[in-house]
């Protein structure tokens, strides 16, 4: 519903402007404003789904998105997920998760807990999905990037369109704490990157 201020004009408020002079000052500080004021870097609206099943619930007519999706996240954790030398290692630092190892390969990998579904209008595909991992009680990405708790259902998350670019491969193996090393690294840079968005947005 809009509010009264929005659809009733009151007879004070009434005023010819075309009588009002707007001078070309006045034009460029509304542009510089409006230009301000646009996100080139939008939240998008996202959720952790445990499998396509739930995926479909949740998004009825979207079963062959939710299982395309899937699978390209299955797809993306094979090639991005972290690794370790021993299984050991792996679950030491994803304790209570599986860990295995790939078909061909040398090194250990956690298995994926979720995966993260977004519908993208935009997108050519129509979804963006990403592997999250169980990590300390939260939902993480394979950069460290955290999704929140997984206790809550089927988690709603925000994720920034810049966030969407295809994560780079893993190449080397981690020891134990690499993962918790770059959950914290993550979490430094976004507090220290949100920091200075704000001190830029108030001019400081």
Excluded: H
Aim: glycine fraction near 8%; include cysteine.
């Amino acid at each position: 519903m809009m509010k009264r201020s929005q659809r009733v004009i009151l007879p004070s408020m009434r005023k010819d402007w075309s009588k009002i002079n707007i001078t070309p000052f006045a034009v460029a500080v509304s542009a510089v404003v409006i230009a301000g004021c646009s996100d080139s870097d939008p939240d998008n609206d996202a959720r952790i789904y445990a499998d396509v099943e739930d995926c479909s619930l949740d998004n009825p007519g979207y079963t062959e998105q939710c299982q395309a999706a899937y699978e390209n996240a299955v797809n993306e954790a094979m090639r991005t997920a972290p690794r370790y030398a021993s299984e050991n290692d792996c679950r030491v630092e994803f304790p209570g998760e599986e860990c295995f190892q790939p078909r061909n390969s040398s090194w250990f990998i956690p298995a994926m807990g979720g995966y993260l579904f977004s519908k993208m209008i935009n997108n050519s595909r129509g979804y963006y999905s990403e592997p999250v991992y169980r990590y300390g009680g939260s939902w993480y990405s394979t950069n460290g990037r955290s999704y929140g708790s997984y206790n809550s259902g089927y988690n709603k998350v925000k994720i920034k369109t810049s966030e969407m670019k295809k994560k780079p491969a893993a190449t080397r193996t981690m020891s134990r704490g690499g993962f918790g090393s770059t959950v914290s690294a993550k979490s430094s840079w976004s507090k220290s990157s949100s920091s200075k968005s704000s001190k830029s947005s108030w001019g400081g």
